[in-house]
């Protein structure tokens, strides 16, 4: 979905808080192979790490929403600079869920005392920043749900402020979810061994043995996880209890958190 994007060097995600600048930081790196950096790298607003980290490093995604006002100044030939497009009201909604109350400290970034600050946010890069960045593009957060990593807002209306990937723990609690294949994942024919390969691009597969082609075929969006555990009974008579419970969890999880699997619907 972002591939088009390895060819710059550095790419700085940035837009208002809560506007999606972390997830689509991760789906940028996972789809272009570049490192993702996460803003506590920088302390956030450090523009002088942030200079810092570009100079020594190559092939990096930087999320830097607090540095939102200062992106045109560190735009080059190979640096894209992505801006965040989100809902004002999307914004606000999300940031009181999980009582942002910075937006004083950020208007003040712009020589403001009152206003929103995603707004503001927005102004600014239409009427001083655009023009003067070279590389400059824009992604709705709404055309995220398009990527592989995307998860429903069900799956994240308990989520922590820098959460973005569900916990291991998610597939215990929860047996009755349903799970697909992400968009452009296919199962492919290994020629190194008599196995099945899914891959999503070049930069991220998995090789199956029996048991997890087995798994993979019920994800086909018509099997719960506990139907899939209880298929594997049957199949697997001779695997232990607690392998055919703990093992399948791992794989499924690793799957969803790499991008291969979604969840597709959601039982009680």
């Given at each position: 979905?972002?591939e ?5 060097n550095t790419i ?11 997830i689509?930081s ?22 002088y ?25 560190l735009?080059?030939?190979d ?47 239409e ?9 400059a ?43 697909i ?16 390969l899914?891959l ?11 048991v ?30 607690s392998?055919?419970t ?23």
């Open positions: 979905m972002f088009w994007l390895a060819e710059f700085l995600v940035t837009g208002p808080q809560r506007s999606g600048t972390r689509a991760r789906m940028i790196a996972h789809d272009t192979g570049h490192e993702y950096i996460d803003e506590d790298a920088i302390n956030m607003d450090g523009i790490k942030l200079y810092s980290i570009i100079a020594e490093k190559d092939h990096i995604v930087v999320q830097c929403p607090v540095l939102c006002r200062h992106v045109h100044m735009a080059g030939d640096v894209a600079v992505v801006l965040m497009r989100r809902k004002i009201e999307d914004i606000i909604t999300s940031q009181k869920r999980i009582r942002w109350m910075w937006e004083w400290l950020e208007l003040a970034r712009y020589d403001r005392s009152d206003g929103i600050i995603s707004e503001v946010k927005y102004q600014f890069w009427q001083v920043q655009k023009e003067r960045i070279k590389h593009f824009e992604i709705e957060y709404e055309s995220l749900a398009a990527h592989p990593l995307w998860l429903d807002k069900e799956l994240r209306q308990n989520f922590d402020v820098r959460q973005t990937t569900l916990p291991a723990q998610y597939w215990s609690g929860n047996q009755n979810h349903r799970l294949p992400s968009v452009g994942v296919q199962l492919y024919k290994s020629e190194v061994r008599d196995s099945g899914i999503k691009d070049i930069t991220n597969a998995r090789v199956l043995n029996e997890g082609k087995f798994i993979w075929n019920l994800c086909d969006g018509a099997h719960t996880y506990s139907e899939i555990l209880q298929a594997l009974r049957e199949e697997f008579p001779e695997v232990e209890e392998a055919l703990s093992d399948p969890e791992k794989f499924i999880s690793d799957l969803i958190v790499n991008g291969f699997l979604r969840v597709n619907t959601l039982d009680g």
